[in-house]
């Protein structure tokens, strides 16, 4: 051959080689982007199509599947529409440059009559809409004859045993929402729901860390006696309270909530004070009378206990003692009257008559004038406490008239509520019967100088003063 045919023979042979390499390079560019013609994945036709339109077509067409749920070989339940992400992505890419050298081939070419492919779903978000979807299938609601239940430390015994765990038979819609969405996500069509497979399990069981770790706080500071011995029986402080007024701390450390302690002294006083108490009195005349208000009485100082309560909580130890009262009554709860006890000035309005029992026998009865009634100065009823008593006061008032000052001098002075008390009344020469209905006292219980006299003698502060009709 020529040397100039030679030399054009490779030049066309080099522009040839140089097209075809270019017409190659163009269709693999082309090619690497978008699937061929006649590729399934998963059964989705993803032909001419690139990475993320794939990705979309196989998640669109996984979530929008449908999912039959079947009991017992019945129907119960269609699940579709999910909005779930996938991560396939690398998956599909390895799938789309997964042969880089790779030649376009002609539809009818032997080589390219279809390739189909398996993308493993995997889940990797479920949208909250989702899950609430699923959890609201009906058939997940049936009623439960044994509920499942945590084991716990139980407070009301002693020792505070732990109480086993119970495995019951109530739906934990949520065990079901895992399920369904692991079966839509391996392609499958069909679901069959057997009710034991998603029994609620318990959070708790005897032998959780936690739960052994409460056991032993409550067995070292739960288990602590207060006992207050009140007038009507003694009270052991319940484990409920101790509970509220003592706070476990994260470190371990325990503190007392003194709010609750106040709102325990506070409640304590409130259902252990007899001030004001309805009482059934055992009356001179032999009747069980009701009579109310007054100032006599048990009396819980609330602040004082709170801070008491404060440090017997702080030292964690068993303590029997009596509430921090600013006012114990004389009878301290003795005798058929309760806290009224044996000993007590009866003052019967009704019968114009004052009675003095000591040691529950009858000292004194005499005739007496109460208070007018007529003009609205009635004696107050209630069972009352002798504040204090005197020789030779001078009581000082005013008139009916509300400016004239009046004077008395009285040699037994024995005041209950306020001004209001039991005296000697020189000036008067009748008592009992009607008198106090026009001609009574200002409020005060007037009695005969003598009967004032042995009154006077034989009751001390805190006497308790009965005042019934």
Not at 406 to 422: A, I, N, Q, R, T
Request: glycine share 8%.
């Amino acid at each position: 051959m020529k040397k100039g045919a030679m030399l054009l023979t490779i030049v066309i042979s080099t522009l040839l080689l140089a097209a075809g390499l270019f017409v190659f390079t163009a269709d693999y560019e082309k090619n690497a982007k978008a699937f061929p013609d006649a590729t399934v994945i998963n059964g989705v036709d993803c032909s001419g199509m690139s990475g993320e339109e794939t990705i979309a077509a196989l998640t669109d067409a996984r979530n929008n599947a449908i999912l039959t749920v079947v009991e017992d070989g019945e129907e119960i339940g269609q699940i579709t529409g999910l909005q779930v992400t996938y991560d396939i992505e690398p998956q599909v890419n390895k799938l789309l440059h997964g042969n880089i050298l790779r030649l376009p081939m002609p539809k009818f070419m032997p080589g390219n009559l279809g390739v189909a492919k398996n993308v493993d779903m995997v889940v990797a978000e479920v949208s909250d809409e989702t899950r609430e979807y699923l959890r609201s299938q009906e058939f997940l609601y049936r009623e439960a004859e044994n509920p499942t239940k945590d084991a716990y430390v139980d407070k009301t015994q002693e020792g505070f045993p732990i109480v086993p765990e119970y495995y019951g038979d109530n739906i934990d819609p949520e065990r079901f929402v895992d399920k369904a969405i692991e079966t839509m996500a391996a392609g499958k069509t069909a679901l069959a729901f057997d009710p034991s497979d998603y029994y609620k399990l318990p959070d708790i069981t005897k032998d959780d860390p936690a739960l052994l770790d409460y056991q032993n706080y409550c067995q070292t500071y739960l288990s602590q006696k207060i006992t207050l011995t009140v007038f009507d029986g003694d009270i052991t402080i319940p484990v409920e309270e101790l509970d509220k007024m003592k706070v476990r701390n994260e470190d371990g450390t325990v503190t007392i909530d003194e709010d609750a302690v106040y709102t325990f002294a506070y409640n304590l006083t409130n259902n252990h004070s007899t001030i004001g108490a309805n009482r059934t009195f055992k009356a001179a005349n032999g009747k069980d009378i009701q009579v109310g208000g007054g100032n006599y009485g048990f009396a819980i100082d609330e602040n004082a206990e709170a801070e008491q309560l404060v440090k017997d909580l702080q030292e964690n130890k068993d303590v029997t003692r009596q509430p921090c009262y600013y006012m114990v009554p004389y009878g301290a709860g003795s005798g058929v009257n309760g806290d009224i006890g044996n000993s007590y000035v009866e003052v019967d309005l009704t019968a114009q008559k004052v009675y003095l029992f000591v040691n529950g026998s009858k000292v004194l009865e005499t005739p007496v004038v109460t208070g007018n009634t007529s003009k609205k100065h009635g004696t107050p009823t209630g069972v009352y406490r002798i504040a204090y008593k005197d020789r030779e006061a001078t009581l000082k008032g005013l008139e009916d008239d509300g400016n004239t000052e009046y004077e008395s001098k009285v040699d037994y002075w024995m005041p209950f509520y306020g001004d209001v008390g039991l005296h000697d009344a020189p000036w008067r020469t009748a008592f009992g019967g009607t008198i106090y209905l026009e001609g009574g006292s200002h409020g005060c219980v007037n009695m005969p100088p003598a009967a004032a006299a042995t009154l006077f003698n034989n009751v001390s502060a805190g006497f308790p003063v009965v005042v019934h009709e």
